[in-house]
Each structure stands twice: as C-alpha cells, then as structure tokens.
C-alpha cells in the first residue's frame, strides 16, 4: 500500500510559478514511476507528467516545455515545477504512482496503482 500526499498548490497569477510536492509512504517508492494528472471543473482527468525511478520523463504535449517533473528517491518525493502558468491550468492536481519502470506507463489514468487526495491549482488572469 503507498500513501500520497500532495502540497504546494494555491492561487497565483498568470505568468506565475508553483511547486507541487507529492510525499509518499511505504519503502517501495523506487519501485514505482510517479507522475500527476489534472481534473478541471467539468473535464475529464487528464495526464500531465510522469517520472521513472531513473529520472526519465514523459509530459502531455500540451505543456509545451513549462512543467518539469522531478523526484528525490531518498525523500521518498516526487515534485512538479509549473511555471508560466495560465488560467486554463486552473485545475485540481492529483499525484498519481504506478509500479513500473518506464514513465510512459503511468500515461493514462486506468493505468494508476494509487492516486493523491488531490491539491487545487487556481491562476487567476
């Protein structure tokens, strides 16, 4: 069983920068690939980013380049660096992990083990 704690969201304004942090319990953390999706207000949850235990990254092509995903294996903590945020990444964030090596796996919501509580995101314009 893995525990998923997200922190760092809140309100900021168009243009601005968040750190999302995702605490995991358990001494399995290496084992699984980590990422975070996203559920705005009357949308489906969408994949956002996802991170191997060897630091490879897969990202929805709709970020263009302005998330980084990262993960402290020693932390047991896996962080998602938003910048130049716009009001349509308004949104719920939800950790998401996935036993597996290859982030690609972790693409899809079907494909999650264990989900965060969720943490809100709002970017005023």
């Known amino acids: 069983q893995v525990q998923l704690v997200e922190s760092g969201g809140g309100l900021v304004q168009a243009g601005g920068s968040l750190r999302l942090s995702c605490a995991a319990s358990?001494?399995?953390?290496?084992?699984?690939?980590m990422g975070w999706f996203r559920q705005a207000p009357g949308k489906e949850r969408e994949f956002v980013s996802a991170i191997s235990l060897s630091g490879h990254t897969t990202y929805a092509i709709f970020l263009r380049g302005r998330f980084t995903a990262s993960r402290d294996n020693a932390k047991n903590t896996a962080f998602l660096q938003m910048n130049s945020l716009k009001p349509e990444d308004t949104a719920v964030y939800y950790c998401?992990?996935?036993?597996?090596?290859?982030?690609?796996?972790?693409?899809?919501?079907?494909?999650?083990?264990?989900w965060g509580q969720g943490i809100q995101v709002t970017v005023s314009s």
């Open positions: 998401a992990a996935k036993r597996g090596l290859l982030s690609a796996e972790l693409a899809s919501a079907s494909a999650v083990d264990y």
């Open positions: 358990g001494r399995t953390f290496s084992t699984y690939v």
